[in-house]
Nanobody, 124 residues
């Protein structure tokens, strides 16, 4: 069992920044961690993911260059730094743990454990 808790969400103006954190507990820290988001009325979508070493990081096209994922394995934590935020980034953001395989999955169904989510609201 892996327990994930996100924090750091909030309300920010367009162009601003937020840093989300995800703390993991339970079994050993997952080799693959992902960030997803879900806006009202929309499907949960991939934002980005990172492998164990941090040497492989993938981003969705619409956040590339604005968002940065990192992890601290000693603290069982993964982070999502979000810069140049846009109103369309408004969503509930989730971190997720993928226990099998060494590749970063973009499909939500590849992930085994999820946090409760944290709301990010970007005002125009």
């Amino acid at each position: 069992q892996v327990h994930l808790v996100e924090s750091g969400g909030g309300l920010v103006q367009a162009g601003g920044s937020l840093r989300l954190s995800c703390a993991a507990s339970g079994r050993s820290f997952s080799p693959i961690m992902g960030w997803f988001r879900q806006a009202p009325g929309k499907e949960r979508e991939f934002v980005g993911g990172i492998n164990w070493s941090g040497g492989n990081i993938l981003y969705a096209d619409d956040v590339k260059g604005r968002f940065t994922i990192s992890r601290d394995n000693a603290k069982n934590s993964v982070f999502l730094q979000m810069n140049s935020l846009k109103p369309e980034d408004t969503a509930v953001y989730y971190c997720a743990a993928k226990l099998s395989g060494t590749w970063i999955g973009r499909n939500r169904y590849e992930y085994d454990y999820w946090g409760q989510g944290t709301q990010v609201t970007v005002s125009s």
